[in-house]
């Protein structure tokens, strides 16, 4: 018993995290603060140059688009070849009947 609210309470605790830090991460993309210089609008005080910006925003762009798409793609792809088999062993056990 002490297990499984062990347990509960890990994951509880670990969506929680995933939920202030990924909260935390994307807010950081929405500070920005711009500025017109020469008539061009530049964003200032959120990065110290164009290449940690560029970083964050191709970061950003990984952690929230590629990787959770890779990861269901992956697990769907694996459910469909698990259901195929099922499937496929069960049309053939009707066929023998």
């Not at 950081?28 to 061009?40: E, F, L, P, R, Y």
């Not at 140059?49 to 950003?60: G, H, M, Q």
């Not at 990787?67 to 269901?72: I, N, Q, S």
Request: aromatic letters at 12%.
């Amino acid at each position: 018993m002490q297990l499984k609210l062990n347990n509960k309470r890990l994951e509880r605790s670990a969506i929680a995290f995933i939920w202030m830090a990924s909260l935390a991460f994307e807010t950081t993309m929405c500070v920005h603060a711009t500025d017109i210089v020469d008539g061009t609008c530049i964003p200032w005080g959120a990065y110290s140059s164009f290449a940690v910006e560029k970083t964050i925003t191709s970061l950003l762009f990984f952690l929230a688009y590629l990787l959770p798409l890779t990861v269901m793609v992956y697990c769907y792809s694996r459910v469909v070849i698990k259901l195929r088999t099922k499937v496929t062993v069960s049309s053939l056990g009707s066929s023998l009947l």
